[in-house]
């Protein structure tokens, strides 16, 4: 206790009494608790960090019970207290939540890869209430979540539909500044990142297995970007923007498996309003998706040109895409509504009805089917450069007028501009509603075919045969001023 306290006690116990030397007492004491306790946050969190553990050697014990408590005091202390910038969830441990996990802004939420934050069995939600999701309800902002698993427990909550809205994983809404990286999350029922009406979201590193919608769904948001995440799709897409604008998805890994529950397309691009007039989408490996590796769809009222125009879809690899049999969409890029889509460098082979597509399907899959997706205008343009297509395969429902490199369903609406693509042994053919005046149908000769090695040979027929004026013309070679044909320099 403070010696000026007791000075004063004993200078003045005859003047004072016994009750006021008991609270003043009781008082000095408090005051020395909580600055002992004080101290003790701070001497275990001298790098800004709050730690949660399960063990009792973080700040804030979990013992696997409600265990959003524990964590939600250790978000709220960071909150108030600006000093702090980080709660960091210790492993190896599971903390089970029964409740949604609450983070405030400017805040970190992180922790060790053997960390995992587990839906509770049986845990009954209503629609809508994610398992991560911001504090306040007037926006977000300055949020990282990274180096934790998030496991949805699909199996145990069963009652629940995918796709339906239940268990999004993380969840934000009008939010900026926003970064999900290093994160494996798994077996849901929801999103794994959903975010409304945000901006700078940026969505990296993640592992992303068999969620129940998509891996990231970003609704009517500005300068989204998604990079090497590893995702196996189900019930939906990967990674999917709807009405949202200024997006890379760039130097990602997607797939499916083949069940009925497989998903969508590996990539979504979707726009009803708003303008979408500056998407990228490139460096990409999309294989085995159940649906097709890209869906590219502009519908709903009529709307002008530069509000949907110009996406970009470049060096990209496309591998056994389309394997549903129960619908007949399926295909490497399947396109429908977008001016001036301009598709180059990539490498199409063994995908199921045709590497690229002009169709809409009957309905979306978050619709039903009384919902038009046929556009509303008419000059819609793709522009198809520089790619190879090879091994296309009949698509498994309906396969009758299937197997083409390249098909238009839309010619009274849509058309392709095709230039310099090298077609190679599609089953049903070259062109349905299409044609080229500088195409090739050689063999490509890949340095390993077998084992998706799509580099070229130095004896190729592609070497040097590009369309010079590509987007990629920056990369033609020193010596020749030249361009390849296919992803690879």
Partial sequence: MDEKYLTYLRQNRKKIGLSTVILIFLVALGLFIFNTMESNIFLKSSNNTVYVAGDGSGNFTCDGIDDQVEINQALEYVAQNPRFSTVHLKGPNTYVISNSILIGNNTILEGDD????????????????????????????????????????????????????????????????????????????????????????????????????????????????????????????????????????????????????????????????????????????????????????????????????????????????????????????????????????????????????????????????????????????????????????????????TGYAVINYLPETHSFVLENNCLYNNTGGNYKNASSTTDIYVNPLFVNHNKHDYHLKSNSPCIGAGYVSSNSSKELDENENKINIGRYN
């Fill in 114 to 401: 053997t960390a995992v934050v587990k839906l509770q069995d049986n845990a009954n939600w209503p629609v809508g209430k994610p398992l991560i999701t911001q504090m306040g309800s007037d926006g977000a902002y300055g949020i990282t979540i990274k180096g934790f698993e998030i496991n949805g427990n699909h199996d145990k909550n069963e009652d629940k539909k995918r796709g339906q809205g239940y268990y999004n994983m993380i969840k934000f809404l009008d939010a900026t500044n926003v970064d999900v990286h290093d994160v494996y999350m798994h077996d849901g029922h929801g999103d794994g990142l959903r975010v409304e009406k945000g901006s700078n979201i940026t969505f990296y590193n993640n592992s992303v297995y068999k969620l129940g919608h998509d891996g990231l769904f970003a609704i009517d948001c500005l300068n989204v970007e998604a990079w090497n995440n590893t995702i196996t799709c189900r019930t939906n897409s990967g990674l999917r923007v709807w009405n949202s604008n200024h997006v890379k998805f760039h130097d990602n890994v997607i797939d499916s498996f083949y069940h009925w529950s497989a998903g969508g397309s590996g990539v979504l691009i979707e726009k009803t309003t708003g303008t979408v007039n500056d998407v990228e989408v490139y460096n990409n490996t999309i294989h085995n998706t159940y649906g097709p590796g890209i869906w590219l769809i502009g519908y709903g009222e009529a709307y002008p040109k530069e509000e949907a125009q110009n996406v970009h879809i470049y060096k990209n690899t496309f591998y056994n895409t389309g394997t549903n049999p129960s619908i007949d969409w399926v295909g490497g890029i399947v396109t429908s509504g977008f001016y001036d889509t301009l598709i180059e460098r990539n490498v199409f082979d063994g995908v199921y009805h045709a590497a690229i597509i002009q169709m809409y399907p009957p309905s979306t899959e978050d619709t039903d089917n009384s919902v038009d997706l046929s556009p509303q205008g008419t000059g819609y343009k793709t522009i198809v450069r520089n790619n190879i297509i090879i091994d296309t395969q009949k698509r498994k429902k309906d396969p009758n007028g």
